[in-house]
């Protein structure tokens, strides 16, 4: 009875932990100019993307606003693996000037004005943020204000911060994904898909397309270099680096999986981490399920259609002379010039990924 008794308490609090943080996701106080939330490029109206080319939020971005469908199954966050975990990618966005731009003092603020009872009833009590001498309004690493903070002080304000990404996770594990036309085929409804969709299946796998695009989630959770053109603006300052520009800063990282933070305190994931060439340039290969509502495509946003995607995929990707794009493709990765037809029905197998609606 105590064993059934504690599993609910700890239901429930998840449960909570997910309605506050829908409230946390859709705040647009969080941010510097009270105008910038989570809901901001996450739209749920669109799939939880944005449609645009590059996010826009605080300021411009360079990299494309991916969906959130299914992002509890991945093991890295974001294009280049820059958080192991789904809650630490909060904490990176609020904090970067073109997302929230907001700092961990002003979120911990946000939380004791607004949240105070609901935050305390799942993650216990607050510090006291009260106290103005020793909680400034706002600041984070680097900022005066925070360094001249004890360090005590500033675990318990990271502490918040952590926790008010954990109830965004719990948010977003409550996101559920449809059955798609492809999931009734497989389930014995041969009509389910039309015939050129199941063509188009069959060229996929013709084409090693499944060799990184496999499992339920139609992504093998990996990291590889396409030469998929970069954002303008990352091709003038030298390139989109990719998956090999962040793993120093995800291994330092106080809110890495491994890290006094975590719940799990488990390192399996950072040992995973490969230091290999074929990590410039590379990003981690996209689900394709719900993929015909989540143009455009890319980390750039540079592929405007599906047909697009299969026809640059086909070309294998930019040539390694074209400086819109950094990294060695990917040894898996080969030219397969698919015909015109054979492209149309590869989209039309695409398509077939996407979920029913009412």
Same mark, same amino acid.
């Given at each position: 009875a ?22 946390f ?26 449609g ?10 360079? @990299? ?18 820059a ?5 630490s ?16 003092l ?5 939380v004791?004005?607004?949240y ?67 999931? @009734? ?24 397309c ?22 303008? !603006? ?8 990719? @998956? !090999? ?40 290969t ?21 047909? +697009? ?48 609606? +009412?």
């Amino acid at each position: 009875a105590a064993g059934l008794i504690g599993w609910m308490w700890l239901t429930e609090r998840r449960a909570a932990a997910a309605v506050l943080g829908q409230r946390f996701f859709e705040d647009l106080g969080f941010s510097s100019d009270g105008r910038v939330g989570c809901v901001t490029c996450h739209d749920p109206r669109r799939a939880f993307t944005d449609g645009r080319r590059v996010a826009v939020a605080a300021g411009t971005g360079t @990299r494309n606003t991916p969906s959130l469908f299914l992002a509890p199954y991945v093991s890295f966050a974001l294009w280049d693996g820059a958080a192991d975990s789904l809650w630490s990618q909060p904490l990176m966005a609020m904090e970067n000037p073109r997302e929230h731009a907001t700092t961990r003092l002003t979120v911990a603020h946000r939380v004791a004005t607004t949240y105070a009872n609901d935050y305390e009833a799942v993650f216990g009590p607050l510090p006291p943020l009260g106290e103005g001498a020793r909680f400034p309004p706002s600041g984070m690493p680097g900022d005066p204000r925070w360094e001249a903070m004890s360090a005590s002080d500033q675990t318990a304000v990271n502490r918040v911060v952590v926790n008010v990404g954990k109830a965004i996770e719990a948010y977003e594990r409550t996101l559920a994904v449809r059955p798609t036309p492809f999931d @009734r085929y497989v389930a014995g409804d041969f009509e389910a898909m039309s015939p050129d969709a199941r063509d188009g299946l069959s060229f996929m796998l013709l084409f090693s397309c499944m060799e990184c695009h496999n499992t339920p989630l139609f992504s093998d959770n990996r990291f590889h270099a396409l030469r998929v053109p970069d954002d303008p !603006e990352a091709t003038r300052l030298g390139g989109d680096r990719g @998956r !090999e520009g962040v793993i120093e800063r995800l291994l330092a990282s106080p809110f890495n999986m491994a890290g006094v933070f975590s719940d799990a305190r488990d390192d399996a994931l950072l040992r995973e981490i490969e230091r290999t060439d074929l990590n410039l340039g590379a990003f981690r290969t996209p689900t394709l399920r719900g993929v015909a509502l989540t143009a455009p495509y890319g980390h750039a946003g540079a592929l405007a259609t599906l047909t +697009d995607v299969v026809r640059h995929d086909g070309r294998g990707g930019l040539p390694e002379s074209d400086p819109r794009a950094l990294g060695i493709p990917d040894p898996r990765f080969r030219p397969f010039h698919a015909t015109d037809d054979q492209v149309q029905k590869m989209v039309a197998f695409l398509q077939a990924l996407t979920p029913d609606t +009412d």
